[in-house]
């Protein structure tokens, strides 16, 4: 334990101009005391500590004094703070925060970050993940009520193993003990979340994206749209891994590959909000569903 509270003290004066025994002590719950001994023993290790006096005094490292940025080799310094900085304000993980000011006493040379990362998460999102974090870490089964793709509402038992981020969405990766099988969970679609005190084995050796390629298995087929000058850019951002063609009145041909896109309704969903801004033009029989989805919700509006 004293030998982690020299390293953070360490840390901490590489990051700072001057910090007060008091102050110190505060951050490590110990005695103003017991401060001025570790200081002796960082000194004596060779790091050169300076003393200074008066009301604003306190302990610093001398001017100059940096770690090596090729601790890290090519690594962007500037880039990993930032990403763990964000991480950090959504577990509120004060390993993260430590490994943060350690980066940052390595000289990079910018003024700048090169990269900038935003996790920023609804607040009720905040807690499953933490709790969801907390379960991983610990090992704990957790339960929960979850919507999937059909909108059946179900009770799940699971392993949770890890959180993913992607496509601007959060999702919790395990073994899922309800279907005998890995699986992926949109944490969207998660409610009641409970961490069980049943503790499960580290026994799961799969690959992670087993759970994608087991989901994604089959044929896939082409949907092809006429994209308007008015909605390029949300089809863009919805389908930005489609094959595009620009023609010369500016509108745009999106080739997308899906898999079974006659029962796909989350893409029946991004369609239909592009409203008269796309035009389905393949497969027909997709053009007949977005009718009646259309013709049903119209049936809520007759009366106005």
Not at 210 to 236: S, Y
Request: charged share 25%; aromatic share 10%; with cysteine.
């Amino acid at each position: 334990m004293k030998l982690e509270r020299l390293i953070a003290i360490i840390y901490k004066l590489l990051n700072h101009e001057v910090l007060s025994a008091s102050v110190l002590a505060e951050e490590f719950q110990v005695s103003p005391r017991t401060i001025y001994r570790d200081i002796d023993v960082i000194c004596a290790a060779g790091f050169p500590v300076v003393s200074y006096q008066g009301m604003n005094g306190g302990y610093g490292i001398m001017d100059g004094y940096k770690m090596d940025r090729s601790l890290l080799g090519s690594y962007d310094v500037q880039a990993l703070v930032t990403v763990l900085r964000s991480l950090s304000t959504v577990f509120e993980d004060e390993r993260a925060q430590g490994t943060i000011e350690r980066l940052q006493t390595i000289e990079t040379g910018q003024d700048t970050p090169s990269v900038a990362v935003n996790l920023e998460t609804h607040r009720s999102a905040v807690d499953v993940l933490r709790n969801l974090r907390t379960a991983i870490t610990g090992r704990n089964v957790v339960r929960f009520e979850y919507i999937n793709a059909k909108n059946e509402r179900t009770t799940r038992e699971m392993e949770p193993l890890k959180l993913h981020f992607k496509y601007s969405t959060w999702y919790m990766y395990g073994f899922c003990r309800t279907r005998r099988d890995y699986r992926e969970f949109r944490l969207s679609r998660l409610m009641d979340l409970s961490v069980t005190e049943e503790k499960f084995e580290p026994h799961h050796d799969v690959a992670e994206d087993a759970a994608a390629a087991k989901a994604w298995q089959g044929q896939q087929e082409d949907v092809v749209i006429r994209v308007g000058t008015e909605a390029l850019a949300e089809a863009m951002d919805h389908f930005h891994q489609a094959e595009r063609e620009f023609h010369a009145d500016g509108s745009m041909t999106m080739r997308i590959p899906v898999y079974q896109p006659l029962g796909a309704k989350w893409l029946w969903s991004i369609l239909l909000s592009l409203g008269s801004g796309v035009e389905v033009l393949e497969p027909i029989a997709l053009r007949g569903i977005l009718k009646e989805q259309l013709q049903r919700a119209q049936k809520f509006y007759e009366d106005v």
